[in-house]
């Protein structure tokens, strides 16, 4: 597509610019051209006239290429006026098309100086995105064109989660950015998004649970609580949790872990944008986006968790990786790290503890007014099914991930390794996923019974101070 100059810039400085460029890409072509010409021009065999085509394509290619970086370069579109437009602080932004949603920009520096933009949007009706950075202080604006970069995993839905990665400005370092559907417009009409990660960080914590997302106004409050202490047990310093509802109770026992700085709560209303679905997959029923848009908010806790967590945890509130090996994850990760230089991404095993198995052990009186299940009464696991992989979840460095799915990563630098089940595997206490098996065909493991002391009394402590 051909664009006019004086639509794009609104100087003819600019425009010399381009045409210095289209011309210089003429002169880098005619050097291939030549060689072409000599090889080409005389007489041919079907094994020369092969060869012409293969060089033939190879330099439309590049210069096809070459074009298209070219286009996504930033371009100056205003000069001499001050940054303004209000900055949201809403976790989910509809842009007028009402076809996509912006999360949070980031920037990454790991490949080249960009701003990776996590948003929503619909696989085929977004075709074109422009970033709009304001330069202080001499209030320059520049449009650079988006590469919209759809998730893989969207698992049928029509919305899925995607990178809207946009070249910053050489010059600048933008702490704003706005996103919008065209080149042309007035930026003070649009809204601003702060970019995250601009500044480099020390690591405030080395481990970060992601949970997305919570909804269904979720209560059970016994296990959440549960899980809780044993990740703090394991080494856990923060829990970040994206928040669609929860009742009453459950948002008493979340104003307890928040201030006392274990939890952090991400606003999560996306059923207030989009028809969502509770399954993972696509039901043909009119929904727009699937399981609350979970695969969106790992990727958005991988990124806002990327430069002050040494690892970042993603699993579910109902599921705890524990040591088989190790007494925590700290000593466990380091283990696993010295044996995998290089990994960044270490995939454990999930197994179904069925909460319909139970023991008459820990039955603790004051816990059984308390909504929800106790885990260290369920220590019967199902055993593997034929020819049936067991889910994964993931402990990663977030650095070396670009996209995650739920199970595994789209796109990381490095290695993924599977944890053996003999050092680590999911504890996943929920309804069974083989509800036939009579209690003597399940695996009894009470490797949970471990940590039954800490536990107990930690647990004791929360009820005390939210639910008894």
């Known amino acids: 597509m051909v664009v006019s100059c004086s639509i794009i810039f609104r100087t003819g400085a600019n425009c010399l610019t381009m045409r210095q460029h289209k011309l210089q890409g003429q002169r880098n072509l005619h050097p291939h051209l030549d060689t072409f010409k000599m090889l080409c ?21 590049l210069s096809y290429l070459r074009l298209q970086r070219f286009s996504h370069l930033p371009k100056i579109i205003q000069e001499g006026s001050r940054c303004r437009g209000k900055t949201t602080n809403s976790t989910i932004t509809a842009l007028k098309d009402n076809r996509t949603f912006i999360i949070s920009p980031y920037f990454d520096d790991r490949e080249s100086k960009v701003t990776r933009v996590i948003g929503i949007v619909h696989h085929e009706d977004v075709k074109q995105l422009y970033c709009w950075f304001c330069c202080p202080p001499d209030g320059k604006i520049y449009v ?116 006392e700085g274990t939890v952090e709560i991400i ?6 944008h989009l028809k969502v679905s509770s399954k993972w997959h696509f039901m043909q029923d009119g929904t727009h986006i699937g399981y609350y848009g979970q695969i969106t908010a790992l990727n958005d806790c991988i990124y806002r968790n990327m430069q002050r967590s040494k690892f970042v945890v993603l699993n579910d509130a109902d599921e705890i990786i524990l040591p088989l090996k190790h007494p925590d994850w700290k000593s466990m990760m380091s283990s696993l790290q010295e044996q995998n230089p ?53 402990i990663i460095d977030p650095r070396k991930v670009i996209q995650t799915s739920v199970h595994s990563v789209l796109r990381a630098y490095g290695n993924s390794v599977n944890v053996p089940m003999d050092v680590a595997l999911i504890y996943h206490c929920r309804v069974p996923l083989q509800g036939n098996l009579p209690r003597e065909s399940l695996i009894r493991d009470t490797t949970l019974w471990r ?10 402590k929360v009820l005390s101070q939210t639910v008894l």
């Open 41 to 61: 021009g005389g007489k041919k065999s079907y094994f020369v006239a092969a060869v012409c085509v293969i060089i033939l394509t190879s330099m439309v290619t």
């Open 144 to 259: 650079s064109k988006a590469k919209i970069d759809v998730h893989s995993d969207r698992f049928g839905f029509p919305y899925g989660a995607a990178d809207i990665v946009c070249l910053e400005p050489e010059n600048c370092d933008p702490t704003h950015v706005s996103i919008h559907q065209s080149p042309r417009g007035n930026i003070d009409q649009l809204p601003r998004f702060e970019i995250k990660n601009r500044k480099a960080e020390t690591f405030s914590v080395d481990f970060t649970v992601c949970i997305s997302a919570m909804f269904g106004n979720y209560n059970n409050v016994l296990q959440f609580i549960q899980s809780m202490e044993m990740y703090k047990i394991l080494g856990v310093q923060k829990v970040v949790i994206y928040k669609n509802n929860c009742s009453h109770l459950m948002e008493k026992v979340l104003k307890f872990y928040v201030e």
């Open 267 to 272: 606003p999560w209303p996306i059923n207030s």
């Open 342 to 394: 290089g990994t960044g991404v270490f995939l454990f095993e999930n197994h179904i503890f069925p909460e319909t198995i139970s023991t008459h052990m820990f039955n603790i009186s004051s816990w059984n007014t308390v909504p929800g299940v106790n885990i260290l009464q369920h220590v019967h696991r199902e055993p593997d099914r034929k020819d049936v992989l067991n889910p994964k979840k993931m």
């Open 451 to 460: 940590y039954n002391l800490s536990l107990v009394m930690n647990v004791n």
